[in-house]
């Protein structure tokens, strides 16, 4: 019976969310940016994996975002939401993860664990703004994203990034 009534919370929370971010789909909350690149085949050499930093957001409470790096965001959010083993352990709470901003075009993956750090750095560095009011997960969300989009946009700032593609599944504005 518990469980029912966390399944029941957590649809509760994706229809608000889906609500607030329209780009969400609540039957497919797994975008792929590039399903060409989420199964590489054995054949493929290791340098041709194209490196992507992402940004994923909790559906259950405690509300918080998650910002990784990858090859294969299909696989790895599968991982961040427990139907996968090796997912991170500071992503265990929170679940189901949804896909907030993929950045694809990295040269390699050193290059896309520098802008990670960076990402991870500057939002720790920029003050949060708290909502006083009574929690509500909507707008949690949508000031954990707008301190994560400015903190990306720092980001932009310090690193040449013309080459990269950011796309926000969720609309952080």
């Known amino acids: 019976m518990q469980g029912e009534a966390s399944t029941h919370h957590q649809s509760q929370i994706m229809v608000r969310i889906s609500k607030i971010f329209r780009s969400i789909k609540r039957s497919n909350p797994n975008p792929n940016p590039d399903p060409s690149k989420s199964s590489p085949s054995s054949s493929r050499s290791k ?10 957001l909790s559906t259950n409470t405690p509300i918080k975002t998650y910002v990784g790096v990858t090859t294969n965001f299909s696989r790895r959010l599968k991982q961040h939401n427990g139907e996968l083993k090796g997912g991170a352990k500071a992503s265990r709470t929170g679940r189901p993860w949804v896909c907030a901003c993929i950045i694809q075009g990295f040269k390699d993956k050193s290059e896309a664990c520098q802008f990670e750090s960076k990402w991870k750095s500057f939002s720790r560095k920029l003050p949060r703004k ?5 929690r509500q997960v909507d707008n949690d969300s949508l000031l954990l994203l707008q301190h994560r989009q400015a903190a990306l946009n720092r980001v ?15 609309n952080p504005s």
């Not at 708290?130 to 009574?134: A, G, I, L, M, W």
């Not at 932009?156 to 599944?169: A, M, P, R």
């Open 130 to 134: 708290r909502n006083d009011t009574v």
């Open 156 to 170: 932009k700032g310090s690193l040449v990034c013309d080459h990269l593609e950011i796309n926000w599944q969720l």
């Open 47 to 56: 340098s041709s994996f194209s490196w992507l930093v992402y940004l994923i």
